[in-house]
Structure formats: structure tokens, C-alpha cells
């Protein structure tokens, strides 16, 4: 049948099962939305503040189910203004289709009003990208950018489509999408090495990394780390793939790991990494990383192998795939004094924090006391997302919703309503830092305008808190420009924009806060008042390995 190419997008939506879309309308990409208004009863769009807020929305909806997120802009700002939510999905390998419109086809090329080359400007934070002249294969294009975004790595897709181009009309069938397969075979002789590597080791670490989480790996993980018998750390991505509730589990890894992790991979003899990049943040000083052991990755991603550190071996493919076939090649192995000397560093270095102020920390483990550990915590970049990882225990995957790669500032709010739209039965909680709330809280008012009921907790500590305390320890404390010495009234903010507004400033007062946000149905921010100077411990200093850890008692006995 013939439908035009505004008809094509939303159909194509359809058949990829799309029920939900971010975005904000303009000029350009008018006909889609008018066809959109028509299916509103089948794909539900959320109008959110800003377009980068789209972006994080789809970005949290794909980190929360698993399934592809879609956004919406219009040309010209409205592209750009998604950028940085396409380059954060990029960093950490989510699954995104940004849909944006330009001016028409005879315009293109000629500064025309709110024309911009947005296919090249996100050229190197794409998976890929196209630019769509022919209304003929916008449907093909459009189901090739689904398959692209959620095969192999996945990561964000753009496809640009010319206004005439919505409105011409083209030949349409229905197809039902493919299920995605992966197109390699796994390598006989890489698995052999893995397995003999594994039997050889007498003190094996475990590393996961966001692979794990993205290829659905869980289960198989938990049974590879008793097959091996070996302690498991993580990255800040990896978080919920293995569970922090388990004696296994020692924190995780790296700048802020626990001296546990930081201290065993420093000693083991062979370290297993699953789905991780080898990031600066975890490896410290990279000519120092895990240097008695040898180093055994399986990636999804070829190019990741010997990028940032040398390995022994590795193996490519499917990480789920993978350590199905690994647990059944290997025999049980056993390391009981290995394993003693981990659990013997967890109960001497501890995670601490200072025991009757309200803290980051203990904002943290209230939240995880009152969900019982079974909310989606998303957060922003700073201290707030390093007590975040470090003190609610995650047993779950796709419950801990980050910029990890990017580090965006201005993340968490966007991407707690694209969760929550995508869990609705989950409690949907975004900590974020007062600097990071300023970045993009204006969508609270998208979560009050479609009645989406996150809750806000805004950590304030009145500065930018991981900047000053670089400052605090190695620029001589001197403070520029990370004071946030203002006026802004954040219980004021939210109940001008609708949304419910309570400030804390005790333990007492935050815990009655948050129990009573997680009866309102509503959204609700709660403003927790923190010291300035409070810190994120341990510490890798930079350019340390991260045997080298130090925490406040080390440096206090430093500076004696």
C-alpha cells in the first residue's frame, strides 16, 4: 500500500514493538509528529523539557529493559540538542534510534533556516547513521538502524530524513523483524586457551564489566565464578550483573573500588575480565594493572582487545554464549586459601563513613534499606554516583542506570523518566549532586506534566563536590569556581514546577522524607542537605596504581 514517509517511520515504530518515544516537535519533523498524534493509542510520546532530555529519557528506557530506545528532534538546534545523549549512549554501548528531521532535500547545503549536517556532526558517536533522500528506503533504513543498535555492541543509530521526504509517498508492506543472531563463530582455539589458563591458576579474579549486564549474562556468571571458585569485582557498569549480596562479590574495581578489589587484582595471578574495556578509571596507571597476573578477556568487540592493556588471551563473541560453553568445559576448580585471603582483606578494609551526619553514604543506604534493594537507582557524575555504586548492593541487572564512559553531568533525570516509563513497577529513584540537578531539572516538569512519579534526591553539598575534592588533595585547595554559593531554593523549584518538594537536613529527616516520597505516587524531590567537605573513600590518586588505594585514616597518618 502507499503511505507516505511520516506514515512509513511510525509503521516501522510498530513493527519494532517501539511503545514509547521521547522527543520535542519542531518545523521540520511536523508530519511525523502528526502521524504520531494518530497511533497515540499504540506508542505513547513523552514530551520532555529539552532534546538532550529526550536523548538521556531513551537512553535510561533502553538501560532499563533492554530494548531499543527511540527519541525524536526536530532539524537545525533540535538535532544538536541531542548530541550529548547520543555520544553518552555511545560511551556505554546502549541501544538507541535518534530520529531527526532536516529541511528538504533541495535545501540541504544551503544554510537554509535550521538546516545543519547532523549525520556528520555525530558521525564519530554513532554506531551509524544515515541521511534518508529517498522516501523508497526510508522502511529498510529503518529497520537496518534497529537491527545495527541492539546487534553485536550495541550503541546509538541516527537516521536523518528530509521534510518532502516525510510527506512523498512510497510502496509499504509490513514486516515482522528478524531476531538479531550473532555473525561470528566462536573460536575453538580461544576458548581451549581460556579453559587451560583457568586450570593453571591458583589465585584467578573475576572483572565484569557493562558486557555482562548488556548481553544478558547473569546467570551464566553466577555459575562460572563457583565454577571457578574466585572472588568477583566490577566496574560502574557492570553493577547487578553479578550480585553485591554475594560473599563472592569484594566492590568494585579501580579510582574508587574497595581496597579489597583494588588490593586482589594487584595480587592475583590471573585476571578473567567479562565485558569490560580496561577503562583509565579502573586501571590507574595502566603500566602498574593487575602486573603478577595474566589476563584473560572475552569481549564482544575485537577491537577492545590489547586497546588500553595488554593481554594473554582472548576470546571473541557473545559473553553469554561464551561462558555458557566455559562451564562446560571446565571441571570444578577449588582455591580455598585464595579465597580466604579475599574475604580476610573484606573484613579488614571495610566500607565506612562517618556515623551520625547526613552523609552521601547514608543517603545511599537508606534508600537501599527502604526498596529493599529492589529499586532502579540512575544517577548523575560525581560523588553522589560514586556513593551510589559503592553503598547500595545491586543483585540485579539494568537496576543501575549511569554515565559511565562520558560522565554526563545532567544524565540521570532524563534517563530516571525513560526508566520508569519502562518499568513502571519498579521504584525509580535518581541521586544526583546539587551542580549535576542544575544541568537539566527542568525536566521535573516533564515528570509532573505526564505524571511520572520519580523520585529526586538531590545530594547538596553546595559545591561541585568531586572537582573540589581533587582540589581539596592535590591543588593546594584552592577552590576555583566550584563554590555553588547561590540562592537556589530547590523545595521552592520543584513546587513551582509541580512537583513535590521536601528538604533534609539530619538522618532523621531524610529517612521520613524519603518514606513518605515513596507513598505520593507523585514527583517528588527531597533536597539533602551535606557537609561541603565530605569525600568519596578509598582514592586511587592519578597516575597511582591502584594498589595504592588510600582512604581518610591513610591520609590522616600521612600527614602526621
Known sequence: MQLTGSQIVIECLKEQGVDTVFGYPGGAI????????????????????????????????????????????????????????????????????AITCNVGVALLGKDSFQEIDIAGITMPITKHNYIVKDVRKL?????KAFVIAKSGRPGPVLIDIPKDVTAEKAEYQSVQPGVCCPSWEINEEEIDNAVKMIQKSKKPYIFVGGGAVLSGASEELRAFAEKVDAPVTDSLMGKGAFPGTDTRY????????????NYGVSECDLLIVLGARFSDRVTGNAKKFAKNAKILQVDVDAAE?????????????????????????????????????????????????????????????????????????????????????????????????????????????????????????????????????????????????????VIQVVVNN???????????????????????????????????????????ASREEFADAFARALTLGKPVVIDCQIDCDDKVWPMVAPGAAISEAFDEKDLAEKNK
Not at 522502511?139 to 529497520?143: D, F, G, H, P
Open 462 to 504: 553546595h559545591v561541585l563536590g568531586m572537582v573540589r575534592q581533587w582540589q581539596n588533595l592535590f591543588y593546594g585547595q584552592r577552590y576555583s569556581a566550584t563554590v555553588l554559593n547561590d540562592a537556589v531554593d530547590f523545595v521552592k523549584l520543584a513546587e513551582a514546577m509541580g512537583a513535590k518538594g521536601i528538604r533534609a
Open 139 to 143: 522502511a529498510e533504513t529503518i529497520r
Open 250 to 261: 569484594t566492590g568494585m574495581l579501580g579510582m574508587h573500588g574497595t581496597k579489597t578489589s
Open 305 to 453: 582487545m590489547n586497546k588500553n592493556v595488554l593481554i594473554t588471551e582472548g576470546v571473541v563473541g557473545d559473553l553469554k554464549v561464551v561462558l555458557s560453553i566455559l562451564n562446560k568445559r571446565l571441571e570444578q576448580q577449588s582455591h580455598p586459601q585464595w579465597m580466604e585471603k579475599i574475604m580476610d582483606y573484606k573484613e579488614k578494609y571495610p566500607m565506612t563513613y562517618h556515623p551520625e551526619a547526613l552523609t552521601g553514604p547514608y543517603v545511599v543506604e537508606e534508600i537501599y534499606r527502604q526498596t529493599g534493594g529492589d529499586a532502579v537507582i540512575v544517577t548523575e557524575v560525581g560523588q553522589h554516583q560514586m556513593w551510589a555504586a559503592q553503598f547500595y548492593k545491586y543483585t540485579m541487572p539494568r537496576t543501575f542506570l549511569t554515565s559511565g564512559g562520558l560522565g554526563t553531568m545532567g544524565y540521570g533525570l532524563g534517563a530516571s523518566l525513560g526508566a520508569k516509563m519502562g518499568r513502571p513497577d519498579k521504584v525509580v529513584v535518581n541521586v544526583a549532586g546539587d551542580g549535576c540537578f542544575r544541568m537539566n531539572m527542568n525536566e521535573i516538569a516533564t515528570a509532573v506534566r505526564h505524571n511520572i512519579p
Open 30 to 97: 511536523l508530519n511525523v509528529y502528526d502521524e504520531l498524534y494518530k497511533h497515540s493509542n499504540e506508542i505513547t510520546h513523552i514530551l520532555t523539557s529539552h532534546e538532550q532530555g529526550a536523548a538521556h529519557a531513551a537512553d535510561g528506557y533502553a538501560r532499563a529493559t533492554g530494548k531499543v530506545g527511540v527519541c525524536f528532534a526536530t532539524s537545525g538546534p533540535g538535532a544538536t540538542n541531542l548530541v550529548t545523549g547520543i555520544a553518552t549512549a555511545y560511551m556505554d554501548s546502549i541501544p538507541v534510534v
